[in-house]
């Protein structure tokens, strides 16, 4: 059996008070939002990185498809979302174009070989496939896409890493700070 006890001595109640008084109101949730948000952003830069490794395309791609939603004002939430289509195979890094045997790419980390494939350097170097025998038409072959990507695997678990031991620290920090080191 354990037996938690506490004893006040000397100005602890009146300090208490002080400091309970401190986190009420518009200071408490100051100090949340500040917490969230720090926390936010270092999730923020762990969900890219995953992201940018389980589809084996560049951070700075990944980046530009990403937005953070931090909190403000009365809202109480962080948000990360992603916007656009799926990148194309030329944004895949280790992609290569060979005329005898296609093109070579390695979306998700996994390479594989497109043989009937071809780049056409004045679309802006973008990998097409032929959907017949004859010339035309052609479409565009697509990789992985971000929005199916965000929310699974390593993603999905560096977000819920980051945020479970995070969170409770940074929120035990802001906590110390306005109530001047009194709780913690």
């Given amino acids: 059996m354990a037996t938690i006890s506490f004893k006040w001595t000397g100005d602890g109640v ?27 952003n270092k ?4 969900v890219k990185r995953a992201v940018s ?3 084996n395309v560049k951070q700075r791609l990944v980046v530009q498809r990403l937005k ?3 909190a403000h004002g009365g809202g109480m939430s962080f ?5 656009g289509k799926a990148f194309t195979l030329k944004d895949v890094n280790g992609t290569k174009v060979s005329k005898k045997r296609g093109v070579t790419a390695s979306p998700w980390g996994n390479r594989k070989t497109f043989s009937h494939a071809f780049a056409i350097k004045r679309w802006d170097g ?21 929005n199916k990507q965000l929310v699974k695997d390593e993603s999905a678990a560096a977000f819920q890493r980051v945020v479970a031991t995070e969170l409770p620290l940074r929120l035990e920090h802001e906590i110390k700070v306005i ?3 009194v709780l913690s």
């Fill in 14 to 40: 009146a300090r208490m008070n002080t400091a309970l008084e401190a986190i009420e109101g518009p200071r408490r949730r100051k100090a949340f939002r500040r917490a969230l948000n720090h926390t936010g």
């Fill in 43 to 46: 999730t923020f830069t762990q």
């Fill in 53 to 55: 490794k389980q589809m």
């Fill in 68 to 70: 953070k939603w931090p």
């Fill in 79 to 83: 948000a990360i979302t992603s916007s």
């Fill in 126 to 146: 973008n990998i097409f496939q032929r959907k017949g025998k004859s010339r035309f038409p052609i479409f565009k072959l697509l990789g992985p896409n971000i």
């Fill in 179 to 181: 109530t001047n080191g």
